[in-house]
């Protein structure tokens, strides 16, 4: 540390005020962030603000858990990497045990595969003849990629595209279970496998169900009844097609709102959850199997760290993180992590309003304020990077890589 | 285009059944908006969806009628690059006439900078010893630039550090005068003025105040008489400060909403909209001074352009565009940009629903389907770049550099 502060002293970045109050620059701080070199240097309080912070024992908890529980039920895993666009999560996910990650578009599977993360479900449909060139480049470089297919036209597209460039695309067709995308399960799904069965560049194995409406179902029991009976049209799809001859070795979905309901849904073969891994105010909000309003299985390892920057009054301070901080999709605000009493208000574009109930810690200028998000896939597409910690100290940062990758 | 073709023909990365189709394979269309080189080749159909598109006509017609206005009532304008986020845009807003760029944020300023843009006025103040840093350290390349302070403390610590590096900072006072931030107007900032007299390193010039709870009131009559009423606090207390013998030249606020309300209020001196240049759902139902129920002062110039991926059925269409391609903080979705039978609603992280008013036209997999933000500024901030095209051709590529910059 001596000689750290002595480089300090001669930084033309570091005036002489600040020695004494920190042990590093910013000047080196900074260049510790640029090279990822913080392990055993940096301290929350030292990050600029607003932050994402990922507490690791949370986040390894929620990992160890959800991917024990899945493969102690029999069922493959491969995680939703539209939660994190984060390749060193898809690696430890894949570590733990995950068969690979799903991509929501094209554009985050290029990212993933490019960090060499195999094993890929694009869970949208790949329509028009830029994307389906891309695809094909894409299957070139990681050749069991999966693409979702719900209609005819797509499929033989895809099909013409890889007999052209003489290789098999691994299809999983897609299906309208509750509220997404998808042909609807049953006959219309069933004949759509059949009509690809002529189209020799395309592999059929898997159909996809993602039931949006079931996921976030409050209640433990409502949630199951809704889940099982979307998901059960799925898995009659698959025994359709298999009386019919048709090999479908793979039935993908499910949520982390809905893991321990179709994990015990015979059929189904992999779940997909993403929002485990971080939790946000949203999940915690739909009751959990024991009973229990809060949904707690998973622990809240995904926080913005917020510095107040004004006080216009004793009652009200004011936090640097506002809409562009933090998912704005749902009808709540970020929650403070530790005190119930410090409440949150969008304070427009840059800031968040702060207030105080009777008893509550107050903040003053300077202070930090740490918020679980609301939700937490469209927050984290809000970063370049997240800042990964064990308990006060970074340990880590990781490049969300694809960010913004929504195309 | 023969040449490009023969290429085309050669090339690894393009399916012979793509040829005839289009121009291009995306392999040279990716190269293209690498470089930045789409002038004359590109079209808004070839573009990746979601895409950030801005319609240069529109946006060229909003800057001149807004910079037009507020210089031809002999104010100056400062426009605020939250909005913008893009150097590009900072410097052809300069070029018509602005004298500056306000930015939220210290590193979104800090971007500005390197890009070359100043007369730059950062609107929150800066706090902390390693923000301190840096502001110094941008003083130093943009010397120019205008720094807010609302609390003694905050001023103390920034002289320090001026002093430190033998510089002056540029100091704007900033004022609650409805909702954001500041210290509050009259004796409150009087005497925090009076306080940083005795600081030699600080230069106070100025008075900001920003009047967020101004800008979006419904209607042209009640939002002046709410805007007179808060920024005469900020006028009063410019003229306390004068009556005290303390100079302050510049008293800069306004919006969007209240520009051609500020703009005839006597001690405003500077006006810093943002929004005019994109305009967005949210501002034009504010209303106009015209007594119109959509506030038309400005053209709508900045869309999402998004393709249909599924079509689960005749009465549903599912574009690529969902919680990640819009900002999501406003009660009210993306609105068709031409057709309003076309009904968007959000349908998840990376889609949204489309639904079809009797006799409006249907989209089916693969079309193209344009919507007008919510609301700009945090929609701008999903984006690397902006696609600029003129009617259906793109013309230049800008990068949104400060994307993600709100620390």
Redesign the interface.
């Known amino acids: 540390m001596q000689s750290r502060r002595a480089f300090l002293a001669g930084s033309v970045?570091?005036?002489?005020?600040?020695l004494g109050?920190?042990s590093y620059?910013?000047?080196e701080?900074e260049k510790m962030i640029a090279r990822g070199d913080v392990k055993g240097k940096l301290s929350k309080a030292?990050l600029?603000?607003?932050?994402l912070v990922l507490d690791l024992d949370a986040f390894e908890h929620n990992v160890n858990k959800m991917v024990g529980f899945v493969k102690g039920k029999g069922r493959a895993i491969r995680p939703h990497g539209?939660t994190h666009k984060c390749p060193e999560i898809a690696r430890r996910l894949v570590a733990a045990g995950a068969v690979g990650a799903c991509a929501?578009?094209l554009?985050e599977a290029e990212v993933f595969a490019q960090a060499g993360i195999r094993g890929l479900l694009i869970t949208?449909?790949v329509?028009?003849?830029?994307?389906?060139?891309?695809a094909?480049?894409l299957a070139k470089l990681a050749p069991d990629t999966i693409f979702c297919v719900?209609?005819i036209?797509?499929a033989n597209?895809l099909n013409?595209?890889a007999?052209?460039?003489k290789i098999k695309l691994n299809i999983a067709v897609?299906l309208?279970v509750s509220?997404?995308?998808?042909?609807?399960p049953g006959e219309p799904a069933v004949a759509l496998v059949e009509a690809m069965q002529g189209l020799s560049n395309l592999k059929f194995t898997t159909l996809q169900a993602y039931a949006?409406g079931a996921s976030h179902v409050t209640g433990f029991e409502a949630r199951k009844k809704v889940s099982q009976e979307v998901m059960a049209k799925a898995v009659e799809t698959r025994r359709m097609l298999e009386r019919k001859g048709i090999a479908c070795s793979h039935l993908t979905g499910g949520s982390t709102g809905t893991y321990n309901i179709d994990a015990d849904i015979d059929g189904i073969t992999e779940l997909q959850p993403g929002s485990f891994m971080f939790m946000d105010v949203d999940y915690n909000r739909i009751g959990g199997a024991d009973g229990n309003a809060v949904y707690g299985d998973f622990k809240n390892a995904l926080t913005v760290f917020t510095?107040?920057?004004?006080?216009?009054?004793d009652d009200l301070a004011?936090v640097?993180?506002?809409?562009?901080?933090f998912?704005?999709?749902k009808p709540f605000p970020p929650k403070h992590k530790t005190d119930e009493g410090i409440n949150y208000a969008?304070?427009?574009?840059?800031?968040g309003k702060i207030t105080f109930a009777r008893g509550a810690n107050t903040l003053s200028?300077?202070d930090k304020a740490e918020f679980i998000i609301p939700?937490c896939?469209?927050s984290v597409?809000?970063?370049?990077k997240m800042f990964c910690v064990r308990g006060e100290n970074v340990e880590a940062i990781w490049k969300v890589a694809a960010?913004?990758m929504?195309?």
């Open positions: 970045f570091a005036p002489a005020v600040l109050k920190t620059s910013w000047a701080i030292d600029p603000t607003p932050a539209k929501a578009k554009s949208t449909g329509v028009g003849p830029y994307k389906i060139e891309r094909v480049r719900d209609n036209k797509n597209d013409e595209a007999r052209a460039a897609d309208w509220n997404r995308t998808g042909i609807m949006g510095t107040v920057v004004s006080k216009p009054n004011i640097d993180g506002g809409l562009k901080a998912s704005t999709d969008f304070g427009g574009d840059e800031h200028v300077g939700h896939d469209p597409n809000l970063y370049d960010r913004g929504s195309q």
